[in-house]
Each structure stands twice: as C-alpha cells, then as structure tokens.
C-alpha cells in the first residue's frame, strides 16, 4: 500500500526521491533534487515484460547503480510512481488497457520490497498535476486542473490544495466525461462521445480523416497515405497554411474549450494547465479553446480562469511528478 502523503514537508534539502513513470512502452526513471533537478536518469520497456517480476528485476538492475552514484540508499527518501491506472490509496495498478500485466498488480508493494525504500504510487496524470504544483506553472497555487494532452487526454485535479482523489482513488478522469453525446467511439472503453476521442492526439488524426472523407476541399493532407497520418502531421500543413488543417485544430480547440468550461464550474480554478504534445500547436488551439471556454461559462466565471502551457521540460515531466510524490510521504 502506498504511504501515508502530509500536507507539509519538512525534508532536508540534500534529500534525494526517485521518479519512476510507467507508460505502456517505456518506463522512464531518474534520481531528483528537491529543486527539481533531475541528477540522473534512464530508461527500459515497458512492453518487453511480460511477467511484472521481471520488469522489476530490470528496473531494480538499471536504477540501483544510479541510487549508489547518488549517495547510496540512505540519501533516497522514497520512490514516487506514476502508472496508468495507479490507485493511490491502494498502491496497486488495475486493469490497466495499455500494460502487459493485466488485473490488480500491487505495483507500489512489489518495488517497496525490492528497494527498501518506501514507496507511493498514483495515476499518471495525476502524478503530473502534483509535479506541476512542486516544480512548474502551478507554483503556489491550491486550485487548478492539469490536463495532459497525448495519445490520450489526462487529468489531475487540485482543490483547496489537496488532489482530488475520491473514495476509490480513481477520480479526475477528465478524459473520458461523455463531451458529445452519442458520439465518436472509443475502443479502449466501448463508449461514445468521450473528450479524449476527440481532443487527444489520436482524435486530431480522426478528425483528419472524418473531415478529408467529408470535404472536397484541396489540402495538402491528401497526399498523405490514411496510415500514416497523424496529428504532428496535420500541424505541418496548418503551419504551411493549409485551410483545412487550421480547421481540424480550431475544431478541437472548440470541444476542448466546451469541456473546460464544464471543468471550471464545478471546481473553479484559478487556472488550467495543458501539457503535451498537443500543446505545441500553440494557438492554432489555445485561441479557440479559449474562446469556446469562455463562451460557454456563466457570467461569474468568465474570465477568471487563466489556460496556461505547463513549464516543466517535457524530457523530464514524467520523472519530475512521480518524484514530486516522495517529498510528502510522512516519515
């Protein structure tokens, strides 16, 4: 089970934590300051293990030599983990779609006993969320909402300084609140209409598809095999001046914006803060999300609620806010 987090901290500043972020490819790890510099770190997959001992096994191998360069496991305070579909309270992974191990994995337990070092465990995004609060935009804030925009659409929430995480420890799933009824199916959960169908990585490029099969219009998408088309593509083409490329993002930018305005009024937040990949179209997106937003907020939340693009490097966001997760653990 996953320690116990304090609201305070009062750890040394030559501490160390270890972040570990598991993604259903690579398992991306590093060794942080309480500054949020990352001294040392790495990388092994994910997906060549198909048992969880042996995955552990190799992360122990690869990542313990960096615990003894950085001063043996006396310096390490913890270990943070972020995992799709970690549960805090429980320290276990489960059912997660895009792992090799399927089931309840008590993943935070399996590492805690091979380390020796304590251990907490969380969901990815969420994990973010607290990263970017420790080390980024969200810098002295107490309320606002991460979301992460990939391959799919992450979300933590942070409320009155806590992270919201529910009885079970699976709240904030941001990415798959129903945005258009009866809309476009999503594979990995067998519902309809879901905001990551539509505002993740993976939606632009169906968006792309949907709008070249409906439109005669000319674009320079077209020249493009339907298998290899993708969102960093359908960027280049915007960024070329292509009409219909621009508009595949402002139709984005329009769902995604509909659905903060959701996310605002039921939590208000000081401010929403967007990350990856997603977010380097800069306002090819930004602009009509923040318009669609704002046109959908009643009149005491317009414009209060700032959209902000995170600051951490997005080389080392993963790391950072799993680690971030080890300076709260009570002793």
């Known amino acids: 089970m996953a320690k116990k987090i304090a609201t305070q901290s009062s750890v040394a500043l030559d501490t160390l934590a270890i972040g570990i972020d598991i993604g259903g490819t690579g398992t991306k790890f590093g060794i942080v300051d309480r ?70 994995i008590p993943l935070a337990k399996l590492i805690q006993n091979k380390f020796q070092l304590a251990t907490v465990l969380t969901n990815d995004a969420n994990a973010a969320a607290i990263g970017e609060m420790m080390y980024g935009a ?22 009155n300084g806590q992270l919201i995480l529910g009885h079970d420890g699976f709240a904030g799933e941001l990415g798959h609140t129903i945005t258009i009824p009866n809309g476009r199916f999503h594979p990995g959960t067998g519902k309809y209409g879901s905001l990551e169908s539509y505002a993740s990585a993976t939606g632009v490029t169906k968006t792309a598809i949907e ?3 409906k439109s005669t219009e000319p674009s320079l998408l077209r020249d493009i095999p339907k298998e290899q088309l993708d969102s960093k593509k ?28 959701n996310f605002v009024m039921f939590s208000s937040p000081e401010s929403i803060i967007l990350f990856g990949g997603l977010t380097k179209a800069g306002d090819l997106i930004l602009k009509p999300t923040r318009e669609a937003m704002e046109q959908n907020l009643i009149q005491i939340f317009q414009n209060k609620v700032k959209i902000l693009i995170s600051h951490l490097k997005e080389s080392d966001a993963a790391i950072l806010g799993a680690s971030a997760l080890v300076w709260e653990i009570k002793d």
Not at 74 to 83: E, L, P, T, Y
Not at 88 to 102: D, F, I, R, S
Not at 240 to 256: P, V
């Open 35 to 104: 500054n949020g510099n990352v001294l040392f770190s790495s990388e092994i997959s994910t997906r060549g293990h198909e048992e969880v001992e042996s995955f552990i096994e190799e992360l122990y191998n690869s990542l313990y030599p960096m615990i003894e360069r950085a001063g043996g496991p006396g310096r390490m305070r913890g270990i943070g983990v972020g995992a799709p579909n970690g549960n805090y309270y429980t320290g276990t992974v489960e059912y997660a779609p895009n792992l090799p191990w399927k089931g309840i």
């Open 138 to 159: 969200a810098k002295g804030m107490k309320d606002f909402i991460m979301i992460t925009l990939g391959t799919g659409v992450g979300s933590g929430i942070v409320a």
């Open 211 to 213: 709008m070249l099969e």
């Open 234 to 261: 359908v960027y280049e083409a915007a960024i070329a001046g292509d009409e219909l490329a621009k508009e595949i993002f402002d139709y984005t930018g329009k769902i995604l914006g509909m659905a903060l305005a």
